[in-house]
């Protein structure tokens, strides 16, 4: 076993974190706004509520989002920007995302109020792209890594319309008709969201701009969703002689705990000392690495740690994971915690140190379901976190029960046995 390497006495006095300003406009929008001098740039992100959690039909959010960005990379020529428009559609909203230099700020704002405005779209290019995303997903259905990441959006979802997926099914897709793309237009002309904005621009210009510029926004409704509870284990064929392994349990939705779910991913699978690492890789060579994290998604979240292996090393793999998560909560001692506690916080420091990758940070936070405050808690959060909550946590998490997701060849009883095996158990 790789020794572990002697950590420094972390000084938890040293934590600072950006603090994020909230403020909610005359005209119902929420701005998220840091103020940052060291760089003339702005990093804007504008999050429109709406997708799969509203009604609509799977795929037709991304594929309007594509059309919207395929519109104005079209029309560039008619903006006086450094920056590029790019987008991202989730479940519960649509992304766009532009950086550029402070001086340009009568330009970002000119291209977000026509984002708001914009006119009628090419459905022919729409057709297009419908074909283009039915060929890929034909062509990658013999890539396990793709369909273990595939599959995992309805296991997260069980029983509810977000279990589709924003990218659309074959078969949705295959539904999907100019009237599905005008209603989904609707959200931009009549929106709700949030502004996310990170540099060099005070918070009173950003008020000004929005509340004088941009229309009033169409509150929608704060959408419920029931789910179903399916744990179990499920296997999908693919013709490779690897197999991705894909663990998932929900976790306890006790905010005391958040912060310590991401700590116990680190230790046990996602830091090269962590303990799968050590026992599947380092001890007995099954597989070139395995990660862990903390999926976090509309009233959801789970402890997900994935890995691939040879097809005949499956049930020995299975049955390792699930022994180290069975004893997530024994052997803890402060030098896992500090080193944990250290890793994370040098991921926030890295994910937060310019406009661009804070604006990003944020972006995710609240499309996550997060509150902003416990974002402003980071630092006084970590440093506060205890060994005991840590030790608390994993013994909840140990009381959940999982969802296994194999995907390779169906030749052997591998996973099979060890379903039974787990049937038996619960007798």
């Not at 996550?368 to 959060?381: G, H, K, V």
Request: charged share 20%; hydrophobic share 35%; net charge neutral.
């Amino acid at each position: 076993m790789i020794p572990k390497p002697k950590i420094p006495k972390w000084d938890s006095r040293n934590l600072s974190f950006p603090l994020v300003s909230k403020y909610q406009c005359k005209n119902g929008w929420q701005i998220l706004h840091k103020y940052d001098s060291r760089f003339p740039t702005i990093s804007l992100r504008l999050l429109l509520n709406g997708g799969c959690l509203y009604g609509e039909k799977s795929g037709v959010s991304s594929l309007t989002d594509s059309l919207v960005n395929h519109y104005f990379h079209k029309n560039w020529k008619n903006y006086t920007l450094s920056g590029d428009l790019q987008y991202n559609t989730q479940e519960t909203n649509s992304v766009f995302s532009l950086d550029a230099l402070s001086s340009e700020w009568k330009s970002i704002g000119t291209i977000f109020q026509d984002i708001l405005n914009i006119p009628r779209i090419d459905y022919k290019y729409g057709q297009h792209l419908c074909t283009i995303r039915k060929q890929s997903i034909l062509h990658n259905l013999h890539n396990p890594q793709f369909l273990a990441r595939w599959c995992s959006q309805e296991l997260f979802y069980q029983g509810s319309i977000l279990s589709a997926g924003v990218s659309g099914s074959l078969q949705s897709l295959a539904s999907i008709d100019i009237q599905d793309i005008d209603n989904s237009l609707e959200r931009y002309r009549s929106p709700s969201g949030t502004l996310v904005v990170v540099g060099d621009i005070e918070l009173s210009k950003v008020i000004s701009w929005v509340e004088n510029e941009l229309p009033q926004t169409n509150p929608c409704p704060n959408p419920t969703m029931q789910f179903k509870h399916s744990y179990d284990v499920f296997f999908l064929h693919c013709p490779s002689s690897q197999t991705v392994i894909k663990w998932m349990q929900s976790l306890s939705n006790k905010t005391e705990f958040s912060l310590a779910n991401e700590i116990i991913a680190l230790s046990i699978g996602d830091m090269f000392t962590s303990r799968l690492n050590q026992k599947l890789r380092v001890q007995e060579g099954l597989t070139y690495g395995i990660s862990a994290s903390i999926w976090e998604g509309f009233s959801r979240s789970f402890f997900i740690c994935q890995t691939m292996v040879e097809q005949v090393q499956q049930l020995k793999a299975l049955n390792l994971i699930k022994h180290t998560l069975k004893e997530a909560h024994l052997n803890w001692t402060e030098q896992e915690l500090q080193m944990a506690k250290q890793n994370l916080w040098q991921h926030l420091l890295d994910t937060s140190s310019t406009p661009y990758d804070l604006a990003d940070l944020i972006e995710n936070w609240i499309s996550s379901d997060q509150p902003i405050e416990a974002f402003n808690r980071l630092s006084s959060d970590l440093s506060s976190l205890s060994l005991g909550t840590v030790i608390s946590a994993a013994e909840q998490l140990n009381l959940t029960k999982e969802m296994v997701l194999i995907v390779g060849k169906d030749k052997d009883s591998a996973w099979r046995e060890y379903r039974l095996n787990k049937i038996q158990a619960t007798k």
